[in-house]
T-cell receptor
Framework: EADIYQTPRYLVIGTGKKITLECSQT?????MYWYQQDPGMELHLIHY???????EKGDLSSESTVSRIRTEHFPLTLESARPSHTSQYLC??????????????FGPGTRLLVL | DQQVKQNSPSLSVQEGRISILNCDYT??????FLWYKKYPAEGPTFLIS?????DKNEDGRFTVFLNKSAKHLSLHIVPSQPGDSAVYFC?????????????FGKGTHLIIQP
C-alpha cells in the first residue's frame, strides 16, 4: 500500500489566484514527480526531483514551480492561475535502485478547475 | 509524436473471460514497462511491471508479455471480474536515464460486462 497524499483533492478557484498543491509521502522515497492529465489523455511529466534541493522540468512545459526542501514533501505552486491550468495533477514517488524499487507510486490526485 | 501507444480507447469483455490490453512503443531505449489501473478521480495504481530482460511476468490474475522485436507488450487478465472495470495505462521508462519520469500511453477503458 502506497503512502502518498495529495491535498486538496478538488479545487475551484478564480483566475489570477495563487495556489499550492500539496504532496507528501511517508515511504522515504528519494524521487518525486508531478504529472498533469487531461481527460482521455496520457499523463505528462511536468516536474521531478531526485532528492532534497533537486528540481527539474519534465517533458511538458508548465508555468508551475516546485520545491523540495524536505524528502517527504514536494509542493507545486501556480503564481497566477488561468483557465488553461484546469486539469488533474498527480504526484508520484519512487525509490532509486533496483528496477522494482523504481516503480512509481501515485497519490490520489488534485482536480483543479480555474474559472 | 507518441512513444507509447494504446490504440484501443475502450474494450468490453464478459465477466469470467480473458481481457487482453495491448501497448506498442517506438523508443528502443525503453527497458522497463509498467501497467497501471486508474479509477475516475483517483490516482493510478501500480499493477505489474516487466524489465526488458524478461518476456513474461505473472502476478495472480495478471500477466504481462513483452515482445521486444515487435516493440509490443500486452496485459492479460484472467478471469476478468467486475472490479477490473477501469482505465489501464501502459507506461515505459529508461532505467538510469536522465529524465526519470514514465512515458504513458493514453489508456484503454476496460469494461467488464456481467
Amino acid at each position: 500500500e502506497a503512502d502518498i497524499y495529495q491535498t486538496p483533492r478538488y479545487l475551484v478557484i478564480g483566475t489570477g489566484k495563487k495556489i499550492t498543491l500539496e504532496c507528501s509521502q511517508t515511504m522515504g522515497h528519494d524521487k518525486m514527480y508531478w504529472y498533469q492529465q487531461d481527460p482521455g489523455m496520457e499523463l505528462h511529466l511536468i516536474h521531478y526531483s531526485y532528492g532534497v534541493n533537486s528540481t527539474e522540468k519534465g517533458d511538458l512545459s508548465s508555468e508551475s514551480t516546485v520545491s523540495r526542501i524536505r524528502t517527504e514533501h514536494f509542493p507545486l505552486t501556480l503564481e497566477s492561475a488561468r483557465p488553461s491550468h484546469t486539469s488533474q495533477y498527480l504526484c508520484a514517488s519512487s525509490l532509486s535502485g533496483h528496477p522494482i524499487q523504481e516503480t512509481q507510486y501515485f497519490g490520489p490526485g488534485t482536480r483543479l478547475l480555474v474559472l | 509524436d507518441q512513444q507509447v501507444k494504446q490504440n484501443s480507447p475502450s474494450l468490453s469483455v464478459q465477466e469470467g473471460r480473458i481481457s487482453i490490453l495491448n501497448c506498442d512503443y517506438t523508443n528502443s531505449m525503453f527497458d522497463y514497462f509498467l501497467w497501471y489501473k486508474k479509477y475516475p478521480a483517483e490516482g493510478p495504481t501500480f499493477l505489474i511491471s516487466i524489465s526488458s530482460i524478461k518476456d513474461k511476468n505473472e502476478d495472480g490474475r495478471f500477466t504481462v508479455f513483452l515482445n521486444k522485436s515487435a516493440k509490443h507488450l500486452s496485459l492479460h487478465i484472467v478471469p476478468s471480474q467486475p472490479g477490473d472495470s477501469a482505465v489501464y495505462f501502459c507506461a515505459a521508462s529508461v532505467l538510469g536515464g536522465g529524465a526519470d519520469g514514465l512515458t504513458f500511453g493514453k489508456g484503454t477503458h476496460l469494461i467488464i460486462q456481467p
